[in-house]
């Protein structure tokens, strides 16, 4: 059993060295997303330092991927893909996509409750969302919104906002948010020659 645990921790590091390569991410701004030192992450990756939870879980966050395809656990053969729900600022966020960078989809979930005091955040990016099911509550900037099912949004995080219940009710919304401001490009129909 030990020399399995040794020969799956041996092959930790270079699966580490390898998704960050295939990523196009560097040392340097892995360390920044994770916390962990450039020398620290290079003998992770070189089979110089052994690999622990403590290091392995914000390495799966910042990559976006399950912590278990860092170790190597096994193949099932299953093809779907589990989405692994964050529970953040009282509501269950669902990531629908993997891949760090770009434009990244989310599916929000409020579960019927009381209703909040709006708590508007900034930060770069820019967002679209749209509602599936429920009244939202849209706080953005010095507007205050109601968003109902079938309704979109799209606005530059850097202005102040905040989503909540509406009414009480539950909410459902998808979102799609891009950290360094890129847009999501929508393509209307043209219009009809005359």
């Avoid at 041996?10 to 040392?27: I, M, N, Q, Y």
């Avoid at 914000?58 to 170790?71: G, N």
């Avoid at 820019?126 to 507007?143: A, C, D, I, P, T």
């Avoid at 109601?146 to 949004?153: D, F, H, I, S, T």
Wanted: hydrophobic share 40%; proline share 7%.
């Amino acid at each position: 059993m030990d020399e399995n645990l040794d020969d799956v921790l041996a092959a930790v590091g270079p699966r580490l060295k390898a998704l960050r390569v295939s990523r196009d991410v560097t040392l340097t701004a892995l360390a920044e997303a994770t916390g962990i030192s450039v020398s620290t992450l290079s003998r992770l990756e070189s089979g110089q330092r052994r690999p622990n939870l403590e290091l392995l879980l914000p390495l799966a966050k910042a990559h976006q991927v399950p912590l278990d395809e860092l170790v190597g656990a096994p193949e099932t053969g299953d093809p779907r893909v589990h989405l692994r729900p964050i529970e953040a600022r009282g509501m269950t966020i669902i990531p629908l996509t993997r891949k760090p960078g770009g434009i990244q989809a989310y599916k929000h979930i409020l579960a019927a409750g009381r209703l909040e005091e709006p708590s508007p955040q900034v930060h770069e990016g820019y967002e679209w969302l749209y509602v599936l099911n429920g009244k939202l509550r849209m706080v953005l900037g010095s507007q205050d919104l109601v968003l109902g099912p079938g309704e979109a949004a799209e606005f530059d995080t850097r202005i102040p906002h905040w989503f909540g219940r509406a009414d009480g009710g539950a909410v459902e919304f998808l979102s799609l948010f891009g950290t360094q401001g890129e847009r999501m490009h929508v393509r209307a129909k043209p219009a009809a020659k005359r």
